[in-house]
């Protein structure tokens, strides 16, 4: 069985837009809707939260339509933890429901009970983990240009997006030259491969037996070709091989040329 991966999973829930909203509205009993992640199945995602920053805990439910009509929901707990030199910054996490570690992102998979779980407990892979160095390094790129609104031709150069900070434009730059470099550098590894699996296809090619039209072409007798032989029959006077059929083989020859026009 192959293994799921995260990209193929019906649901991913984020939990940071989630707890920005339940900020937003201030403190107390939070409720809204939180934008589906691309590609994914789901219609729409509602949450109800009562988060307390100053003791850091709180509960989140979380409701989502699929688009195959299913109802999930889940009522998980959630804290938050201080960032290292950030006294003032608190970042929030939830228990995964089904192994209780602390995870921001929570996935429904449909290939095991319970549907709710984080990527260790469900045991999702990511795509990018089943390429080749090149292949993966060009994915980096362009996931990057689609992050920067740019997702046209993978080598065209970028322009920086209005209202971008120089510093961070030239940060995303430097990301994505790293990774074209990557790329190229296993050129010769490629083409070395492309070779290898060429040659392959030329033995295999030669080691195939002839076409039937090719055997016939070849062959000193169309009849003796196409004709199966049966244990102790003998066809027109010898069997395919012999000196009966060789001499049959020239009968007929000589009766083709005989009746051929001039």
Known sequence: MTQPTVESVPLVVSITPIVHEARRQGPGRASGYVEAHAGHGALWIAFEAVLDAEEGDGVIRIDARLRSGVLVSALVEAFAERVAGRADRLRWKVGCPGCGHAVRHLYVASHVEPAWGCRRCLHLAY????????????????????????????FAPLTRPHRMRTETFERHGEFVLRHLD?????????????????????????????????????????????????????????????????????????????????
Request: proline share 9%; glycine share 10%.
């Open 182 to 262: 990557r790329y190229l550098a296993a050129a010769p590894e490629r083409a070395a491969r492309i070779a290898r699996l060429a040659a392959k296809v030329a033995k295999l090619h030669r080691a195939m037996p002839l076409p039937i039209d090719e055997a016939v072409r070849k062959s000193d007798g169309i009849g003796e070709v196409l004709r199966p032989v049966t244990p102790g029959h003998q066809p027109h006077g010898g069997v395919i091989g012999s000196a009966g059929g060789e001499q049959h083989s020239a009968s007929c020859r000589a009766s083709a040329v005989r009746s051929s026009p001039r």
């Open 127 to 154: 795509e990018s983990t089943r390429l080749r160095a090149p292949e993966r390094a060009l994915l980096m790129v362009r996931r990057r240009r689609a992050q920067l609104g740019q997702p046209g031709p993978t």
